[in-house]
């Protein structure tokens, strides 16, 4: 997503529908962090 | 008549440049000239040897009779290329003329070790080749203590692998942090914590001043005070070796290495170069991330790079487009790794970054065993594009950072 660019809120919508069932919590520590990042974007904005 | 192609330098980048140039021509003659006497080897595993977990022979995974039989590649070995005449499309080594169509240089980093007094005694030593790690060995029966110059991963990895070999380990560090520009402190600090618990010493903001010794190593003097030892181990940094791009004229960048086109063609004086490739620890490409050169000087990147001037030595059209330089290390039992930029590798080149993180477990909550993970998230915080990753973890890392799509 680097090298392609993409913004926080892309990674989010693609994390949002990459993973159904979870199969390891793995995936939602990188979801959180990025919940978290955009949180404090909002905040600075 | 069959196609010349010259590779200098038998690293990641040389080696898989052959492979390259061998499957793209399949009729041409492929010389690989490298000053080492071991080739195809992992030297990222050179500290697992050093502590007891691999041998020496268990990562060197080709010999030139391989890349012979195999791929009809001649591997010179222990083979100094001495001169290089671009007019005459000629490389000198080891007393004979080798005439090229392409030339591939591919001759990687030298550590740099700082002009302190003293950085020549016995007992010094760089990691960087087997024969580098051999002697280190060698040295380590006979040594009760070490210090470590530089608090990088591979001077971290060494660290441990010394420690777990019963040595006394200070690691002296002339930033403030270990891990310093890929890590950010906040990731690097659990990693301190926990090598300190295993009783290596930490010796942060002291740049050596000094190596004291009248026939060997006796102590390092780093920050005005003196820190005895045995041996002292160089992990300061690799700097592009630019022998060979310097007897060539070819262009140098801002961050001293050799600049490339996304072909892998260096310039002279801004001119493309069609018959030079250039890959490896000794050039400078496009940061993703950052909007400026980086020297990416990881195995995976020398590979990638390896492979398009390879191709493109032997007639190819590849490119190579801005890299994230992804990392990973596991170190006495933690793993931490990133891509993209740190915090202040983003202020190097003059984006404000913004930091998410969060922490969890490396498995399921239904599955036993899980270890403790941290992910770290940035974005640019005007354009919220994300710019890097970081990741530190009991477990798995490895697999966690190729799972997750940043």
């Known amino acids: 997503m680097i090298a392609r660019g993409e913004t926080v809120e892309s990674l989010l919508s693609y994390a949002e529908n990459a993973y159904c069932p979870p199969t390891s919590m793995v995936k939602d520590v990188v979801l959180s962090a990025a919940e978290d990042l955009r949180d404090k974007i909002t905040k600075v904005i | 008549m069959a196609r010349r192609i010259v590779i200098i330098g038998s690293g990641a980048a040389g080696l898989t440049a052959a492979s390259a140039a061998r499957k793209k021509d399949k009729d041409a003659r492929i010389t690989v000239i490298t000053e080492d006497e071991h080739i195809a080897y992992s030297p990222c595993a050179i500290p697992w040897v050093l502590e007891g977990v691999s041998e020496w022979k268990d990562i060197i995974m080709h010999d030139p009779a391989f890349y012979k039989k195999e791929r009809d590649i001649d591997v010179l070995i222990g083979t100094r ?56 060995e060698k040295a380590m029966k006979d040594s009760e203590s070490a210090v470590i110059c530089g608090a990088g991963v591979i001077g971290l990895e060494m660290a441990v692998a010394m420690r777990n070999m019963g040595l006394k380990v200070t690691v002296i560090e002339m930033m403030g942090q270990i891990i310093p520009r890929i890590a950010d402190p906040d990731m690097a600090v659990p990693i301190q914590e926990h090598l300190e618990s295993r009783g290596i010493k930490f010796v942060l903001n002291a ?66 170069q069609k018959d030079i490739f250039v890959a490896g620890d000794l050039i400078q490409c496009q940061s993703a991330p950052g909007n400026g050169p980086t020297m990416s000087q990881l195995g995976s990147s020398a590979v990638r790079q390896g492979a398009v001037a390879g191709t493109n030595a032997a007639g190819g059209n590849e490119t190579l487009g801005p890299v994230c330089s992804p990392w990973i290390s ?47 998230i940035s974005a640019d915080a005007s354009s919220h594009k994300i710019i890097g990753a970081q990741i530190l973890a009991g477990e798995n890392a490895t697999d966690v950072s190729t799972g997750s799509p940043v």
């Not at chain 2, 671009?86 to 392409?102: F, L, N, P, T, W």
């Not at chain 2, 030298?110 to 087997?130: E, Q, Y």
Request: aromatic content about 6%.
């Open chain 2, 207 to 272: 740049p050596v001043q000094g190596v004291n010794g009248t026939d060997k190593v006796e102590g390092v003097t780093a920050a005005g005070e003196n820190y005895e030892c045995d041996m002292v181990v160089f992990a300061t940094g690799v700097r592009a070796n630019l022998e060979i791009p310097r007897m060539l004229g070819l262009d140098i960048g801002q961050l001293g290495a050799v600049a490339v086109s996304p072909s892998m063609q260096p310039y002279v004086k801004g001119r493309l």
């Open chain 2, 330 to 376: 596991r170190i006495g039992g933690m793993e931490i790794g990133g891509t993209g930029l740190s915090h202040s590798l983003a202020e190097w080149y003059g984006i404000k970054s913004i930091e998410g993180k969060a922490s969890g477990s490396t498995r399921a909550r239904y599955h036993p065993g899980g270890k403790a993970l941290t992910v770290k």
């Open chain 2, 81 to 136: 290329a001495e001169s290089v005449d671009g007019a005459a499309k000629k490389v000198v080594a080891g007393g004979k003329e080798h005439i090229y169509d392409s030339l591939v240089i591919a001759t990687g980093g030298t550590v740099f070790v700082p002009p302190v007094p003293g950085k020549d005694l016995k007992n010094v030593f760089v990691v960087r080749t087997i024969m580098d790690g051999m002697a280190i």
